[in-house]
């Protein structure tokens, strides 16, 4: 009987130990990788496939071509912008811990951010410059939709205010719809 109970306890302990390693792996995998990048990782975005499914056959060759002068630039400063916060997030986590260091990473990650967002908006500047008055609405509207619930990763996933995963795959604080039962206010 003994004996028995030794190989189930065995077995228990192997699926157990299989299971452990299965999730550490997730773990580790998802803290070196680090977040991805798009609307879940709350880094600055632009997509241009998005866009030219938002804006239709119309904008393509519009699309296309600041796709081919920006996306070069936009995916540099975002490779830039992604080791900045990955030094970061190093400086907040070093030990023995330097206040100096972590605020002088954290300088560089904004200045970082920033000439990644410039390089997105010159984008989206350009490309409206390009577009009849039609497109630049539906440009407009494809914007304010993404845009909904915030952004630096807060996605409106429902109507309860509460924290979660949103309808994009955006993890953040949900926002509560107006009194009417509307959607609530744009944070512009």
């Known amino acids: 009987m003994s004996r028995l109970l030794a190989k189930h306890w065995a077995i228990a302990l192997l699926v157990s130990l299989a299971l452990n390693l299965f999730l550490g792996g997730l773990i580790a995998t998802r803290w070196l990788r680090g977040p991805v990048d798009g609307p879940r990782s709350g880094r600055p975005h632009l997509r241009f496939d998005?866009?030219?499914?938002a804006l239709g056959?119309?904008?393509k060759a519009a699309i296309d071509q600041v796709d081919?002068?920006?996306s070069a630039t936009i995916r540099k400063t975002m490779r830039e912008?992604?080791?900045?916060r990955r030094a970061a997030t190093e400086a907040l986590?070093?030990?023995?811990?330097?206040?100096?260091?972590?605020?002088?990473?954290?300088?560089?990650?904004?200045?970082k951010?920033?000439?990644?967002?410039s390089a997105m908006h010159e984008a989206l500047v350009e490309l409206a410059a390009a577009l009849p008055a039609e497109q630049r609405a539906k440009?407009?509207?494809?914007?304010?939709?993404?845009?909904?619930?915030?952004?630096?990763?807060r996605r409106r996933s429902g109507r309860d205010g509460g924290w979660g995963q949103g309808r994009d795959g955006g993890w953040g604080q949900n926002r509560?719809?107006?009194r009417d039962g509307g959607d609530p206010p744009s944070p512009e």
């Open 113 to 117: 951010e920033t000439t990644a967002r």
């Open 57 to 59: 056959p119309e904008a």
């Open 139 to 153: 440009l407009g509207q494809a914007m304010r939709k993404r845009g909904k619930g915030g952004h630096h990763g």
């Open 176 to 178: 509560a719809p107006d």
């Open 81 to 84: 912008m992604m080791k900045a």
């Open 68 to 70: 081919d002068q920006h």
């Open 93 to 111: 986590t070093a030990d023995p811990f330097d206040a100096e260091k972590a605020r002088e990473a954290h300088k560089v990650l904004m200045t």
């Open 50 to 53: 998005s866009l030219r499914e």
